[in-house]
């Protein structure tokens, strides 16, 4: 069996301890990881992750270029990588870099509006939801009980206009707030939920009843690393109380669908 995990960053090696340090201060936390390359892959060696969804936010246009071509060098040299690539909303041409990003073989698209300084549903986002729908899968973190950028109700505005969207509403569909994220999407089309950075916070019994809530045939595993260690968060996830069948599709099979490859 396959093992996908569904969420995971990262850096070039010069620039990931500023990056790191960034998002920890971001979110006022210690986090695990280095966000290199080799640190995430290290995770392999005490869990049977076999594939990571890998991807960078860009904090500025100017950052997008390098943060695509250095995710798709990164996916050529590791195969266990499946790549996604990064847009800013203020970005020039974002039609050609997305034409660009598919021919470098990258196979979706990571937003993060809360550090991007946008609403989910800004018409500048929404003009890039509109190229990519019914060709790109694409992860948003979803929720933050600080900030409305990233708002579950916008993503619903999103997904309403865009019904061919494929989307993860990253961290249980609202990070921090995981039941309003359930309240809002649950019965959104085309929506996988991925359970990163939300274990800690629900413990295992509640990470079961809220996958089963949303449906174990959407929800993907995932790390969100360097903020977790890959294989605390496998350990805890599959010792959680899931039936075997409910592993195999949300630790291998819901991601294959969402990122619309096969690993396995």
């Known amino acids: 069996m396959a093992v996908i995990d569904a969420h995971a960053h990262i850096y070039p090696n010069k620039i990931a301890s500023r990056a790191v340090d960034a998002v920890g201060d971001f979110y006022l936390i210690d986090m695990f990881g280095e966000?290199?390359?080799?640190?995430?892959?290290?995770?392999?060696?005490?869990?049977?992750?076999?594939?990571?969804?890998?991807?960078?936010v860009a904090t500025t246009p100017?950052?997008?270029?390098?943060?695509?071509?250095?995710?798709?060098e990164q996916c050529r040299q590791?195969?266990?990588?499946?790549?996604?690539?990064?847009?800013?909303?203020?970005?020039?041409?974002?039609?050609?870099?997305?034409?660009?990003?598919?021919?470098?073989?990258?196979?979706?698209m990571k937003l993060h509006p809360d550090t991007q300084h946008v609403n989910m549903d800004d018409p500048r986002l929404m003009n890039v939801y509109e190229m990519i729908e019914g060709r790109l899968p694409i992860v948003i973190h979803t929720g933050d009980y600080r900030y409305d950028y990233s708002h579950p109700r916008r993503l619903m505005n999103v997904l309403k206009t865009f019904p061919d969207?494929?989307?993860?509403?990253?961290?249980?569909?609202?990070?921090?707030r995981y039941e309003v994220g359930y309240d809002i999407l649950h019965n959104a089309d085309n929506l996988f939920v991925d359970a990163s950075s939300s274990q800690f916070f629900l413990g295992q019994r509640r990470t079961v009843e809220l996958a089963r809530m949303w449906g174990t045939d959407r929800i993907m595993f995932g790390s969100d690393y360097p903020m977790w260690s890959p294989a605390a968060e496998?350990?805890?996830?599959?010792?959680a109380g899931f039936s075997e069948d409910e592993l195999e599709n949300m630790l291998w099979?819901?991601?294959?669908?969402?990122?619309?490859?096969?690993?396995g």
């Open 165 to 176: 969207l494929v989307v993860d509403a990253a961290h249980f569909g609202c990070w921090s």
């Open 35 to 56: 966000g290199t390359v080799e640190h995430l892959l290290s995770a392999q060696q005490h869990a049977p992750i076999t594939h990571f969804i890998v991807h960078s």
């Open 62 to 72: 100017g950052r997008v270029e390098s943060i695509n071509n250095f995710i798709a």
């Open 78 to 108: 590791h195969p266990e990588f499946i790549g996604f690539m990064a847009m800013h909303q203020d970005y020039p041409e974002p039609e050609k870099e997305i034409e660009r990003a598919i021919g470098l073989g990258l196979k979706g």
């Open 234 to 239: 496998y350990d805890q996830f599959v010792t």
């Open 253 to 263: 099979h819901n991601a294959e669908r969402f990122a619309g490859v096969k690993v």
